[in-house]
């Protein structure tokens, strides 16, 4: 026997602390090597951190939510050569019966050789891969009502894919039918603020309290963009993503900032410098089920129409799955904000700290409007800034505004290069 001391690893770009965002093994259990042990929360993400070794789990270092210091212990394993490892290669296991009773994977457990468990939660949440999450979200399953065929009824992909051709084929059981009459409903909730949901609303706090925000809302006709945007879907081969506002707008805020450059900065508070920056990062805020994120576009000055649409698509895409690296959730200099379908009509987005500037769309609708002095429908929306009043002031925040907006109307201005 032997114990083996796992310690928090660097987590890269200076992290010298991690929390605790949900153990998928407890004391007692048996891992083996390389199976997933626990989920961290960095200041970007959710890293899930596999076993290094196999063994007997003896203890861990801590509950959901708490901090543990990177190069700290983390769990304690104990090893032993003789004893075969459940979920180990088999060539590792050496114990005659490895090789007649090998642990069942999920391809077998899905054939009926393991039977499937309730979906357990683990630390708060149904315990399931980020990408599992993400394909429950959009076939619109609840992961709560799925039998898991992995270590302590985690959800494994198959489980989720059997789920939906259920649903599919009609045999999902139908939701019970609600009491007649009306009752008092007394049970409350409690709901750890764990990860990155965590991450985020320390960041907004901060932002808003050290931050003087100064808000602009103006109103843009994009009947002439909307034009444009439908032709050149037009002309997209069959199954290609279609173009949405977003790569015009991020293309037309590369333009502005060549004339405002100052709204294209980074305040940095311990030097007291604000670094004015060359390259565009847009920061794009994507809402995932892990809470809010900004996935960034490097470099978007670099890029054409088709090349910023098809990097906003990847790194939104692997934002919500949880497959962003860091490199992918860090370096902004200007963010743009969207609710979508759900924009609204004004709205007041909070600055991306240490940015001095973010660009909010809103919602477009079709409004009676006075055109050379007849009334028309246009297609009107808003964009709703805030701006660091600490470095831009109200004049220059209107004005940059104003200049996106006659690109947006003018949209064949957004592609002329003087």
Known sequence: MSRHVVKLPDLGEGTVSSEVVAWKV?????????????????????????????????????????????????????????????????????????????????AAANNGNVTAQPAKVLGGRVMASPATRARAKLAGIDLSTVAGSGRDGRIQRGDLETAIQDRQAGKSPAPASAPSGRQVRTGTEEIRILGVRRVSAQRVADSKRNIPHFAYVEEVDMTELERLRKHLNSQLPKGSPSYTYLPFLAM???????????????????????????????????????????????HAESLSLKELAAEIRRVTTAAREGTASRNELQGSTITITSLGKLGGIVSTPIINAPEVAIVGINKAVERPMIVNGEIAVRLMMNLSSSFDHRFIDGYDAAESIQALKEKLEQPATIFIRD
């Open 26 to 106: 407890k004391v007692g259990d048996v891992v083996g090597e390389d199976q997933p042990v626990v989920e961290m929360s960095t200041d970007k993400a959710v890293v899930e951190l596999p076993a290094p070794v196999g063994g007997k789990v003896v203890s861990l270092g801590g509950q959901p939510g708490d901090q543990i210091a990177v190069g700290s212990e983390l769990y304690v394993l104990e090893t032993d050569a003789s004893v075969a490892v459940e979920g180990a290669p088999a060539a590792a296991q050496s114990a005659p019966a490895a090789s007649s009773a090998p642990a069942k994977t999920p």
């Open 252 to 298: 037309a805020l590369v333009r502005v900032i060549e004339q405002f450059p100052k709204v294209n900065s980074r305040y940095d508070s311990e030097r007291n410098v604000l670094v004015r920056h060359d390259g565009v990062h847009i920061g794009v805020a994507t809402q995932t089920h892990d809470g809010l994120k900004v996935p960034v576009v490097k």
